[in-house]
């Protein structure tokens, strides 16, 4: 297990000295926050004064930087009212051990991946479908299920952000790619999730000002997808 994520770690160093798009923590645009735990970013969207919802959990190393990112906007672990997974890797969700208050939103195919990664029975509180809409005060999360990096993998668009998870990498050159292949359960289905995802996008691409990445830095608009998915 620490081999991989070593590999995995060593990798992603490999690919960023190939020019992946830095992450900034705590960039922000329409009430969603990075907060860079070191290896992964997970994202925060206040709901209210004292309720704030998080896009992944980060990993549990990097736990104390989730801490410390939530409060510095205000907010403490027990402030956070739902998660939403954006797949079971450990990076994204072994911190959830902390959140245990929190519901837990996610596709249900990933259920025995969290499982297998926390090593404890895991359900989702709230699984959610591919396209459902659901409300958490006044913000609205729309779900996309992407399946090929894992089988329940997700991306979610909040506030006209869309929340990428590891559907992609952004490049610094601004295009998008895929995670190193090694790590997806269904490598040639991740180019072609992207694909899907440009074309459930292109009627509307004014719902979506900018992307989220979990390993990389944010792109502006959704040209990178069209540019990749008419290659
Ligand atoms: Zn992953």
């Known amino acids: 297990m620490y081999l991989k994520r070593a590999l995995f770690s060593l990798v992603l160093l490999t690919v960023v000295s190939c020019g992946l798009k830095s992450v900034e923590d705590g960039f922000e645009q329409n009430g969603v926050h990075t907060i860079n735990t070191g290896f992964v970013s997970a994202f925060a969207i206040p709901i209210s004064d004292s309720e704030v919802i998080l896009v992944d959990s980060g990993g549990e190393e990097d736990a104390a930087s989730l801490k410390i990112g939530l409060e510095a906007l205000g907010y403490g672990l027990d402030d956070v009212t739902h998660v939403f997974i954006t797949h079971g890797h450990k990076d994204h969700v072994a911190a959830l051990e902390l959140l245990d208050s929190a519901l837990k939103v996610g596709f249900a195919q990933d259920e025995p991946l969290i499982e297998e990664k926390l090593g404890k029975k895991v359900v989702l509180d709230l699984p959610i479908d591919d396209g459902e809409r659901m409300m958490v005060g006044d913000v609205m999360v729309e779900a996309f299920h992407l399946p090929g990096h894992t089988p329940g993998n997700a991306t979610y668009l909040i506030n006209n952000v869309m929340l990428m998870g590891d ?65």
């Open 167 to 231: 559907t992609a990498m952004a490049n610094e050159d601004g295009s998008v790619g895929v995670p190193p292949e090694f790590f997806s359960s269904d490598a040639l289905a991740v180019k072609d999730r992207i694909k899907d995802l440009w074309s459930r996008l292109e009627n509307r691409t004014d719902d979506v000002e900018w992307m989220f990445f979990a390993h990389t830095g944010p792109l502006q608009g959704t040209n990178a997808l069209k540019t990749y998915s008419v290659e």
